[in-house]
């Protein structure tokens, strides 16, 4: 693998990471300095710059922030993420299609993608909270473990995005509900988009469970399109629901600009492709945000999973 950009002094493939890590950790902080970057939406800049753009208006991130969270698993496969090594690769691969704009993940992956040269002219999003790890007896507590506003700033990165996982029977959904509130406002104050991914849930058998009904979504999205003291920099990251006819009316809950959330597929990647090529027609949703069943799909096939996501814009 070699960086995207040759001038650019990155590590040559991701074996030399650990090298380069070890020896020169300032070396992160130089990478994201010199990152070229770019507008969040393709609809600003030269002419020359939207006409170039493959679908301006609209995103396509993919998504690499589940190791964080203990969420390892890809079907059936338990640890299909705990290669750090092949997620990497997939990710560069992903990430040099075209018409990909971006990626959202947690830092020790946009680290590695720095050194490599991936980010140039990308959109980088940070995760901000994954404390609820997957699983665990606290998975609703979900703390911002993860990249801070001024990290963001710090970094140069484009947007944040948080977990919002609201369960009726759980009295700590406050404490997220009131953190998330006031992370909103910090990123407003930076001028950062920040997208939050809502969900109402509640424990089946000691599991937790995203709500994916009509009126659960519907729900979600209005709770979280009200925290803070102002949504002017706020989008949403939604799940498509349970009957995809639902849609419409669903995302008609709110104005904010939307995205839509891959999830787990299983093996039926084109009745998702399907789903979300219908969602991606209502006015409110500007996006795709995918991540295990772009970069693990059932045939292997990274880039033709990507290529035809993208299609969809």
Known sequence: MTPATPATPAAPSVRDL??????????????????????????????????????????????????????????????AMAN???????????????????????????????????????????????????GAAFELDDRFTGHRPEDLVRHGFDAGKLLL??????????????????????????RLPVFVEPFLCRRV????????????????????????GTSAYTWLKVPVTEDPDD?????????????LLGGEVGDDLDGAYGKWREALRLPTVRGLVVGRSLLYPVDGDVAGAVDTAVSLL
């Open 165 to 190: 996982r609201i369960d009726h029977d759980d009295p700590g959904s406050l404490d997220t509900l009131h953190a998330a509130a006031r992370t909103i406002d910090a990123m407003a104050a930076h």
């Open 247 to 259: 849609m419409a009316r669903v995302m008609e809950t709110s104005t904010l600009p939307a995205v």
């Open 205 to 228: 058998d000691g599991r937790l469970r995203n709500d994916l009904g009509a009126a659960a979504v519907a729900t979600s999205i209005a709770i979280a399109s009200g925290l803070a």
């Open 84 to 134: 750090r090594f092949e997620l990497l690769e997939r990710l560069c691969l992903a990430l040099s299609r075209p018409g990909v704009d971006g990626v959202l993940a947690s830092a020790d992956v946009l680290d590695d993608l720095l050194l490599l040269g991936a980010l140039e002219d990308k959109v980088v999003m940070g995760s901000m909270n994954r404390g609820g790890l997957a």
């Open 18 to 79: 650990v090298r380069l890590r070890a020896e020169r950790p300032e070396a992160v902080a130089e990478a994201a300095a010199r990152r070229r970057r770019r507008p969040l939406l393709r609809t600003t800049g030269t002419p020359t710059a939207r006409a170039n753009a493959p679908h301006p208006g609209r995103l396509m991130i993919i998504a690499a922030d589940h190791p964080a969270r203990g969420a390892l698993a890809v079907g059936d496969r338990a640890l």
